[in-house]
């Protein structure tokens, strides 16, 4: 992170990234995920050079669960994490909750087919609509590049019970210059590729740009290490893959919540 960047507060960050990118976030990312629903997990896999299992098992070797619990997915889009947790553990409680009607839909049918139940919600995760002290466990994936972050934190620290986990994962923005410059040249060509193996709609081309841009105004690993303690999260890890260009967080709610 350059000295300049470091000198800025998450807020105002927040609020620049909210300037550039809103217009996306509001009109145009609803279009694109009833687009790639359909073949987004192909797609990522593709992404990934065939590593995405392996990245979600990662992160899930990350969450520590016990039967019974209650458990939040946010921003859960085809349901991979909640289905993979309750492949673990057959008596948890998931909800999940996503702005895509089209991801839940593909996440849905997902979880149906293996038997499994996941109550759905479909809604703005900035105003978590669960009351307080509520979830055992929280995840997050895939997904904090496009909202405040910060807002999206408080809200999950606010419906976590005292004590509980939250568990975070995304791609990140690489610390080093060198390997930032090779993953953005690396996602351009594979955001190119896959809208052409998939025959992805213009809503999508029209946003690959996009997709580079927010990475390189979102936040290195430590960045957001330091984000989570700021909004009162007490306990926080990180780990990472691939320079930094991966990141799984993990973050505690505080027992004292006055």
Not at 30 to 53: C, K, Q, T
Not at 222 to 244: K, M, N, R, W
Request: glycine share 6%; hydrophobic share 40%; proline share 3%.
């Amino acid at each position: 992170m350059a000295n300049g960047e470091r000198a800025i507060p998450f807020s105002t960050r927040e609020d620049n990234r909210e300037q550039q990118f809103r217009r996306v976030w509001v009109e145009e990312l609803d279009e694109v995920f009833a687009d790639v629903a359909r073949y987004y997990d192909r797609a990522n896999h593709v992404a990934s050079l065939g590593l995405w299992n392996w990245f979600r098992n990662r992160f899930i070797s990350t969450i520590d669960v016990q039967d019974g619990q209650k458990v939040l997915d946010v921003c859960a889009g085809t349901n991979a994490i909640g289905i993979a947790l309750l492949e673990k553990h057959p008596d948890l409680q998931v909800h999940a909750i996503d702005r895509s009607k089209a991801m839940q839909a593909v996440g849905q049918e997902s979880a149906r087919k293996l038997g499994m139940h996941i109550d759905s919600s479909i809604g703005d995760v900035h105003t978590l609509p669960f009351p307080d002290n509520h979830f055992d466990v929280v995840t997050l994936q895939y997904a904090s590049r496009h909202l405040r972050v910060m807002d999206v934190c408080r809200e999950i620290r606010r419906v976590l019970k005292p004590g509980g986990h939250f568990y975070h994962c995304d791609m990140l923005r690489p610390a080093n210059r060198i390997v930032a410059w090779s993953y953005y040249v690396y996602l351009r060509f594979c955001l190119n590729f896959t809208a052409l193996l998939f025959s992805s709609t213009a809503s999508v081309h029209s946003c690959k740009e996009y997709f580079i841009n927010g990475l390189r105004m979102f936040y290195s690993a430590d960045e957001l290490s330091e984000l989570l303690a700021q909004v009162g999260f007490e306990g926080v890890s990180c780990q990472t893959l691939l320079g930094g260009m991966i990141g799984y967080h993990c973050a505690v709610a505080p027992l004292d919540t006055e």
